[in-house]
């Protein structure tokens, strides 16, 4: 729907025509063939000439003395005009991405909730498959797959090269190839795997479309066993934050969300911000041996995948590659390194900036009851809340342009929730801002939600039901956290009894149990001057 507005504001405001996909399909079949080299360099010379040039530089304030003057930026751009430049040569190994292919798994164990359209095979590695085939979205097959462990395994002494592993991986290429190599081969296909090792979890995620399925499956087997180091994408990764860092660090809203995270974690080691000094602490050989680590044991890993395809063709798929992965039946569990949030309340102000804008962050947390029907009510007074402070702080007072009340909630390594509220204001009215959102909340606390408000809140959680249920991403999303967690994955499908359950007196209580103004955190962004 976007490039099809863009084409008719195109039109109006520029009169370009609008001939259609298929006509401008022909057009390129027809004019590409007929393009020359010559014809690409006439073009960039007349583009790129010498003349009416324009060269700006931005950078911190505390940087103006070193930055270079007019005379040698105009040095820097003729030498770089003067090299003699050879043609391009292709160096992709020509090999497919497998020397050869792992020896096959079968699936050992079959279940299924036929009401639901899933199948759930466990394969003789000990592997987990969750499959549930869709035709919401032509040819999209998505998946992800997770294991508990996660950083929370990494040592206090190996942190930074841990909390850097997948970013270093993901740089360095898979097997024989390069990243740059590994972006040549997959060219022209729709196969795409990915890995991420979270807090408290690691996984592998990604998708094809169906004629690109098995290249699918190779990328997975050879994300989990086929990890490399490469020591010069690590170079340039590392040299790469060292400047975007020391830039973002001078941001105002860098320091703000600095400084939340700080507040909540109560300064714990494990929730800093990655900074220029700690760059310095990142060793490539330590990244690779933990990434290996956390990927060395497929026995306890769940995947789940949705979309266009049928269970006939994706069975050897899965029992040849999946089934192939590494399993050492370790028992792993969740560390809890004791990331707390503060008991009490705390204030904490940051100045940085010039513009002439507050901006105000007020986090609620503490334990959590989560289930399903918690996190519907929590959401829900969230939802109505947004509501009531938009009314007041916007409308009533036009004091903002608007109001966020974000909820989120954890289950590893205890159950937690987190509430928070943000806007933006004038520095001038940040305090009494703050005073009202604070009665806001009390009058919530005691009064509650008006019918209104929650009917209009059950309608569009049914609403989001509906149109999220032929989604292939949420189903995923979904179903995945339900097998994870152990929790019952029919109520994916049917939510309407905890909808049911939204009234203005649990939403009222939800306020009370989760808006203690006896513990939270304030942080507010003020300007320098």
């Known amino acids: ?32 063939p007929e393009i020359t080299l010559e014809e ?22 505390r940087d103006k003395a070193s930055l270079p003057t007019e005379a040698k930026l105009a040095a820097a751009i003729a030498a770089a005009g003067a090299e003699r430049l050879t043609a391009y040569v292709d160096t ?30 466990t394969l003789s590695n000990g592997v987990h498959v969750v499959l549930k085939p869709t035709m919401f979205k032509q040819d999209q097959i998505l998946f992800r797959a997770v294991s508990p462990g996660g950083l929370s395994l990494a040592s206090d002494a190996d942190f930074i090269p841990a909390v850097t592993a997948d970013v270093v991986m993901a740089q360095s290429g898979l097997g024989a190839f390069s990243r740059l190599d590994l972006d040549k081969v997959l060219a022209g296909t729709t196969a795409s795997v990915g890995s991420d090792i979270g807090a408290t979890e690691e996984g592998v995620a990604g998708g094809a479309a169906r004629k690109d399925l098995e290249t699918m499956f190779q990328l997975i087997y050879l994300t989990f066993t086929a990890p490399r180091a490469d020591p010069v994408a690590f170079g340039v990764l590392t040299g790469q934050l060292k400047l975007s860092l020391g830039n973002r660090q001078a941001t105002p809203g860098v320091m703000f969300n600095e400084a939340i995270d700080a507040a909540v974690s109560q300064n714990h080691p494990r929730a800093q911000p990655l900074t220029t000094s700690t760059v310095d602490l990142m060793n490539l050989s330590k990244s690779l041996a933990f990434y290996k680590d956390r990927f060395a044991d497929a026995s306890d890993f769940l995947f789940v995948f949705v979309g266009s395809f049928d269970l006939a063709t994706v069975k050897p798929l ?14 792993e569990r969740v560390r809890d390194v004791g990331i707390r949030p503060p008991a009490g309340v705390v204030e904490k102000q940051v100045r940085s900036g010039i513009a002439p804008r507050s901006q105000v962050s007020i986090v609620f947390t503490g334990p959590f009851q989560n289930d399903e029907q918690h996190r519907v009510i929590a959401s829900a007074m969230a939802d109505t809340l947004a509501g009531n402070l938009q009314r007041t702080l916007r409308e009533d007072l036009g004091g903002t342009y608007g109001v966020s ?10 159950g937690e929730y987190r509430v928070t509220i943000e806007f933006a204001c004038d520095p001038a009215r940040r305090e009494a801002l703050v005073r009202n959102a604070f009665r806001v909340i009390d009058a919530y606390k005691t009064d509650g939600p008006g019918l209104m408000q929650v009917a209009d809140t059950r309608a569009a959680l049914t609403r989001d039901l509906e149109t999220n249920l032929t989604r292939n991403e949420y189903l995923l999303n979904r179903r995945l956290f339900k097998y994870e967690y152990g929790e019952d994955v029919g109520e994916v499908f049917n939510m309407r009894p905890f909808y049911d359950q939204v009234t203005p007196a649990a939403l009222r209580d939800a306020a009370r149990e989760y808006l203690n103004t006896n513990r939270y955190v304030e942080v507010t962004l003020d300007p320098e001057r």
């Open 1 to 32: 729907s976007g490039p099809l507005a863009d084409e008719f504001i195109r039109n109006f405001i520029e009169t370009e025509p609008i001939p259609g996909i298929v006509y401008e399909y022909g057009l390129n079949q027809r004019f590409l």
């Open 40 to 61: 690409v360099n006439a073009v960039a010379a007349n583009w790129m000439p010498d003349r009416n040039r324009l060269v700006a530089i931005s950078a911190p304030e």
């Open 92 to 121: 992709t190994r020509n090999q497919p991405l497998l020397a050869k292919r792992p020896a096959a798994g079968s699936v050992a164990r079959a279940a299924g909730l036929d009401a639901l359209g899933i199948t759930e095979w």
């Open 405 to 414: 009340v974000v909820p989120r909630f954890a289950k590893r390594p205890a």
């Open 318 to 331: 899965v029992e040849q590659y999946l089934g192939g992965l590494p399993s050492l039946h370790r028992e």
